[in-house]
């Protein structure tokens, strides 16, 4: 069960942590706890921050905010925050447009997933220029697996015009050697990915302070 903002004391709540230790020691979860301010009488907020992140995970750039407001007590003051907050973010990021030249050019985008308990498959979306359209969460597994089927993986990219992907998950327990089941799903998406005319660029394991490549491995 996840901690509730009571269950936390309160040095290590989101604000107080944040104004201790930075933005960057927050989780995504507390960062969103911090937008949003408060939960609801039916929710604390740091289950409201849980639910509003794997929506926007699964959204990426797309995210709307009819998308947010689906959630009670998400009204139209806390969407506009939120979507304001991403925005600017965005503007000075700009993860669409940056240019993949090697697989450690998208680390950058994807690192903070680093941390998650589970594991998190996500496609980035390429143009015909190496550029980022968009990166989302195709997938969320358990512990040591993320099931993903390849439709999954190019109902957005081809959404996006795509003419190619990067795919890339998270390894919670640290280790960066694919496994036996990362192998195998690798070859299934390169192969549906030239049935429908999107290209595999590369498939990208990740942890916090390393990766592994498909491609740089001469396995792809």
Request: charged share 25%.
């Given at each position: 069960m996840?901690?509730?903002i009571?269950?936390i004391?309160?040095a290590d709540?989101p604000?107080?942590?944040l104004?201790?230790?930075g933005a960057?020691?927050l989780?995504?979860q507390e960062l969103?706890a911090?937008?949003?301010g408060k939960?609801t009488p039916?929710?604390?907020v740091?289950?409201l921050?849980s639910k509003?992140?794997?929506?926007?995970?699964e959204?990426g750039?797309d995210?709307?905010?009819e998308?947010l407001s689906?959630?009670?007590g998400?009204?139209?003051?806390?969407?506009?925050?939120?979507?304001a907050?991403?925005?600017?973010?965005r503007r000075?990021?700009?993860?669409?447009?940056?240019?993949?030249e090697?697989?450690?050019?998208l680390l950058?985008?994807?690192?903070?997933y680093a941390?998650r308990?589970?594991?998190?498959?996500?496609?980035?979306?390429i143009n015909g220029?190496?550029?980022?359209l968009?990166?989302r969460v195709v997938?969320?597994?358990l512990?040591?697996?993320?099931?993903?089927?390849?439709r999954?993986?190019f109902?957005?990219a081809?959404a996006d015009?795509?003419?190619?992907?990067i795919?890339a998950h998270?390894?919670?327990s640290?280790?960066?050697?694919?496994?036996?089941?990362?192998i195998?799903?690798?070859?299934?998406?390169?192969a549906?990915g030239?049935?429908?005319?999107i290209?595999?660029?590369?498939?990208?394991i990740?942890?916090?302070?390393?990766y592994?490549?498909?491609?740089e491995a001469?396995?792809?």
């Amino acid at each position: 069960m996840s901690k509730t903002i009571r269950d936390i004391p309160e040095a290590d709540r989101p604000r107080e942590k944040l104004l201790r230790k930075g933005a960057k020691a927050l989780s995504d979860q507390e960062l969103l706890a911090v937008l949003i301010g408060k939960g609801t009488p039916g929710m604390d907020v740091m289950t409201l921050a849980s639910k509003l992140a794997r929506l926007i995970d699964e959204k990426g750039l797309d995210v709307k905010a009819e998308d947010l407001s689906q959630f009670a007590g998400v009204g139209d003051a806390k969407a506009t925050l939120i979507l304001a907050a991403i925005e600017f973010a965005r503007r000075r990021i700009k993860p669409e447009g940056a240019k993949i030249e090697t697989p450690a050019d998208l680390l950058p985008h994807v690192r903070h997933y680093a941390d998650r308990k589970q594991e998190h498959f996500l496609c980035a979306s390429i143009n015909g220029a190496n550029e980022i359209l968009n990166i989302r969460v195709v997938s969320i597994g358990l512990i040591d697996r993320s099931p993903v089927h390849p439709r999954e993986v190019f109902a957005d990219a081809l959404a996006d015009r795509a003419s190619a992907v990067i795919v890339a998950h998270n390894h919670p327990s640290g280790g960066l050697e694919p496994s036996p089941s990362d192998i195998d799903v690798t070859a299934q998406i390169k192969a549906a990915g030239e049935i429908v005319g999107i290209v595999l660029l590369d498939h990208i394991i990740f942890n916090r302070t390393g990766y592994f490549s498909f491609l740089e491995a001469g396995r792809l």
